[in-house]
Nanobody, 126 residues
């Protein structure tokens, strides 16, 4: 599976962005997908995940109620809708894929994934 994240940009605080993670290769619906973010000098942080075939979603407390993850398996794409953005959301956002045999919570650790995409920069100005 090859993954590509895009949709980042510069937005004012309170604004919205939608990131996309496009996949190619194997049967995409059998993969959990996670979104992570990283600020230079800090550890990569789990943001949100969606399970095998979209049955289960989970997200970090810091984005709960503001970010929503969804998937369109027909388009081989997972989305991260980010609303009410804050300056502290500024980071490089990356997506990763992990094969699953059923509907389990998406992994929350970068190293537990099997495929990784490059990042897209999100900058939120105050």
């Amino acid at each position: 599976v090859q993954l590509q994240a895009f949709g980042g940009g510069l937005v004012q605080a309170g604004g919205s962005l939608r990131l996309s993670c496009a996949a190619s290769g194997r049967t995409f619906s059998d993969y959990a997908v996670g979104w992570f973010r990283q600020i230079p000098g800090k550890e990569r942080e789990f943001v949100a995940g969606i399970s095998w075939r979209g049955a289960i979603t989970n997200c970090a407390d810091s984005v709960k109620g503001r970010f929503t993850i969804s998937r369109d398996n027909a388009k081989n794409t997972v989305y991260l809708q980010m609303n009410t953005l804050k300056p502290e959301d500024t980071a490089v956002y990356s997506c990763a894929g992990a094969w699953q045999s059923g509907p389990y919570l998406a992994p929350m650790t970068w190293g537990d994934y099997h495929y990784w995409g490059q990042g897209t920069q999100v900058t939120v100005s105050s």
